[in-house]
Structure formats: C-alpha cells, structure tokens
C-alpha cells in the first residue's frame, strides 16, 4: 500500500523546489567498496510534480539543481561522502542541538544534509550558511556544497543537481531522513522538513545565537561531534579553555570545561582534567594548541573574532609580572620566557612600548588588542604580581633616591642661619631645643629646581614626600624632625650658593 498521498507529493516538490527546466536522472548499480555504483544524465524538460511522483513510486531517481533562473534557491545542501570521522556524530549533533537541518542518507548510506528556506535566497547566502555548518561538521574542504553556482548565469541554464532522498518512498530502503532511533517515513518527514523551512534571517539567526558559533574550527566541531580523537583530548581541552577566556576573562573555566569534559564520548577523569589542563591556566598561558590538534584550520581560525590571529588575542605566552619598589616602581614582565622592562605604569598600560620590546626582544610584533582585552590581560597579571622591596641608599639613580639626597644636602651641606629672620636668605635654622630644622617652602623649591634641576617631582609631590619625612607646616616655616636626616661623616661636595645670597656683614 502506497505510504504517502497526493499532499505528500506536492509538499515534496514544493520542499526541493529548484531549475525547473532540466533535472539529473541516476541509475544505480551495485554497492562496490561501501559506495553505489551510479550512472548519472541529465534530462531536459519541465520539472513537473509528476517527475516527483515518479521518483517516490520508484520508477525514476531524479536529481534538482537547488538553483533557480533568477539566482535563488528554497533548498540546499551538503553532500558528506568521503567523511573520516563518524557520521553517525554529526546526526546526533543535528538533534542535539535543535539545528534547522535535515540529515538523510544517500544512496551509498552516507549523509546528504538539506536546508530549507521559506523564501526565495540568493545562492551566495545559502552557500554561506552551509559553509559554516560544513566547517562545524569537520568537512573536508572539498566537500561538494549545493548550490554549486553562486549566482545565476545566462550563459548556463543547467546547474549541479544532487539527488533527492525517498527515492521508491514506499520500500525498506535507506533513502529517508534520518534522526538518533533510525529512519523516518515520509509523511513524518515532511513535516519534519516543513518545521526547519526558515527564512534566511531565521537561519542566521540560529547560528549568531549558537553558544559557540564563533569558536576556532577545530573547537567547534569538537563540541558539536564530541569525538576528539586518541591523544588530543587534553590539548584540544586547553584550546577550548582558551577560547572562552578570550571569549569570557571572568568566565567559571572550571565548570565550563568540567561541562564539556563529560560531554565527549570518552573524556577524561575529572582529576587528570583539574591537573593538566585547568591547572596549566595558573601559569597564564594562552597559547592555542594548534599544531597538536587534527581538525586545525589556520586560514579560517585566522578570521575568527577569538581565533590565532583575533583582535581579542595577542598569541603571546604571558608569564610572571613583578614589580620592583623603587621611586618610582618599574615592573619586569615575562613574556614567551623572555624578560621586557617597563620603567613606569604608562609604558605598560599602553601598547606601544609592550609591542616595541615584543619587536627588539622577541623578534616579532604582536596585534594590537582592545583596550578592554588589554586591561583584562593586566589585570590577570597583576593576580600573582611579585612585589619586591629594594633597599634605597644613598647616592642610588632613583628619582626618589636623588629627591632624598638633594633633601639631606638642603640641611646638611648649606650654611645655617643664625636665627629665624634669616631664613628669608634662603637658610635653614637649626633649632637645637626642639631638635628641628626650621625652612621655607619657597627656599627648599628653590634649592631643589633652580640649583640643582630636579625636575621629576612636582611641588606638591615634594611636599608629600617631605611629609612623609615627618615634616609639617606651622604658620609660615616648616619644620623638619633632625632625626629624619642623617648627619653626613664625610664632608659633602661642597655647593657655594653665597653668591646667591645678598648676605651684609652686619646682618
């Protein structure tokens, strides 16, 4: 008894609607090396829904170019025959994951995979979407994508066809969808097929809202085919911990690749997973690991927003930061096992000096990244930053060490006043009662600028610093703790500055 009625048909037609002035006519032969020997023509004429119908009942395999004369397709598909990995994967992922395709066994019992479209599409925009899907699956590169033409030509009125599934619809054969419990019947399946007919915004849709629509090829058809292969479970765990700190910094990586660790058909135990590869993320390395990795595909990883080559990574091996307490701080930065120096937070904070030193140390210019990517790379940096606390002596080429040699010499190495109304000279009283020194603000400027050209502090970071001395401001005057400043043993460089005090002798 026929299993299908004249709505089955036109629904069929309407489905793998294409060229309607010719259609592919295939006589198959006998299985041969797991593959059906075929001999293939093309047949002019109008593509009728009794051509459909023949094909249903039997009489006729009928091949459709997804294509139409004005350069839109309804339909399209893959055509996965020569797959080196499990076919029965991509199946499960089709459903695992809702996509809007259907998977249907070809004559040979490999995978043909249609999409649908509920309007008219430009050929270019199908073959985008299942490009992106071919990618997905681990295709080979050469796998045959229908429509094989991107645009319509006048010169060419016959394009590629692909046979059609539910060739004798009615037998026991294997030419029918396909879900996870086997084969569907055709009535069941055109409702199936009917269900993901979307419009070409729905379908792109679907893949900008996929979680890892924008992963590296090797990545996506790991967590879509969740078969990784002998010996590269840990490295391609790293890679994907990669990609989602690149894609997340303050995503929970544990949880997340604990998550996709038991998803894969043989992952590995979660202790192996804790002491390898999440714990390789503590030495804040972020390098892909491309070249243990099979699926590997440099020249479209390269356009990925989070690929090898991605405004949001450098490709650098970041290691330990330290920062050195001298006045100011200067910061050491391992990066690919070599040390780069910063001398202050502006060289560091941009990106300019970083890929400079990249150039002369590293011999290579990184990219530069977002200034949100570059901050998150900092900051990771400064969770395990070593601060080391130097020993400031005196005579040392800080710029805090010059301040407070030129400070001792301001009260150690001038002539003191007499008495307070002298330190309108420029002096510094020494009083021996309250054991202070007593100065101006205005004199010590004056000593530290204009005589000895000391720049690198601004006024009111001296007065910082002097306070941090233990000096403090009472009226006018300032007064200095004598227990602040060491009393020099050997005598200073002497600094005549008599000349610049207009001193009268009976003053």
């Given amino acids: 008894m026929m299993a299908y009625t004249q709505n089955d048909i036109l629904t069929f037609s309407n489905l793998f609607n294409g060229n309607t002035e010719a259609y592919g006519v295939t006589e198959v032969g006998e299985i041969v090396n797991g593959k059906a020997e075929a001999k293939s023509r093309l047949q002019y004429g109008q593509v009728t829904p009794v051509i459909f119908q023949k094909h249903l009942e039997g009489q006729l395999s009928i091949g459709i170019a997804p294509i139409q004369q004005d350069g839109t397709c309804y339909f399209g598909a893959i055509d996965i025959d020569d797959y080196k990995y499990n076919i029965n994967d991509v199946i499960a992922a089709i459903y ?14 490999k995978l043909h995979i249609y999409i649908f479209f509920s309007d008219p599409t430009p050929a270019a925009d199908v073959q985008e979407i299942l490009k992106w899907y071919a990618r997905a699956f681990a295709c080979d590169k050469k796998v045959e994508i229908f429509p094989k033409q991107a645009k319509a030509s006048d010169s060419n009125k016959f394009y590629s066809w692909i046979n059609l599934p539910y060739f004798d619809a009615d037998s026991d054969n294997h030419r029918k969808l396909v879900n996870k419990n086997g084969l569907v019947e055709l009535s069941d399946a055109l409702e199936y ?10 379908h792109k849709e679907w893949i900008n809202e996929f979680q890892y629509n924008d992963a590296p090829p090797c990545i996506l058809s790991g967590l879509l085919l969740r078969d990784i292969g002998p010996g590269q479970r840990n490295n391609w765990l790293f890679s994907t911990g990669v990609y989602l700190r690149l894609k997340d910094e303050n995503c929970d990586l544990r949880t997340l690749l604990t998550d996709i660790n038991h998803s894969l058909h043989e992952p590995i135990p ?12 503590n030495r804040k390395s972020y390098f892909y690991m491309c070249a243990a990795l099979e699926r590997c595909d440099k020249a479209i990883c390269r356009q990925q927003e989070y690929g090898i080559e991605s405004k949001a990574s450098t490709g650098l091996d970041f290691g330990d930061l330290t920062q050195y307490m001298t006045d100011p701080p200067y910061y050491e930065w391992i990066v690919n096992g070599q040390k780069l120096t910063f001398w202050n937070e502006q060289e560091i904070l941009g990106q300019g000096k970083f890929r400079a030193l990249c150039l002369r140390q590293l011999h290579l210019v990184p990219r530069t990244v977002p200034d949100d990517r570059w901050s998150k790379i900092l900051t990771r940096a400064c969770e395990n930053i070593t601060v080391i606390q130097p020993s400031v002596d005196v005579g040392d080429f800080s710029s805090g060490s010059t301040f407070y040699d030129l400070t001792c010499a301001y009260f150690n190495a001038r002539r003191k006043a007499d008495n307070i109304t002298q330190l309108a000279m420029g002096r510094v009283y020494k009083d021996e009662v309250e054991k202070e020194y007593i100065f101006t603000a205005k004199s010590f400027i004056d000593f530290l600028v204009h005589k000895n050209d000391f720049t690198q502090y601004k006024p009111i970071e001296m007065r910082v610093r002097l306070q941090q001395l233990g000096a403090y401001k009472e009226g006018v005057y300032w007064h200095m703790p004598i227990s602040s400043i060491p009393e020099q043993e050997e005598k200073p460089i002497e600094i005549d500055f008599r000349d610049k005090e207009t001193e009268q002798e009976d003053f």
Avoid: R
């Fill in 96 to 109: 695992d994951f809702d996509m809007p395709l259907c998977p249907c066994y070809s004559k040979s019992k």
């Fill in 193 to 202: 097929m009917q269900s993901k007919q979307l419009s070409y915004k729905e």
């Fill in 270 to 281: 979660d202790d192996e997973l804790n002491a390898t590869v999440i714990k390789g993320f």
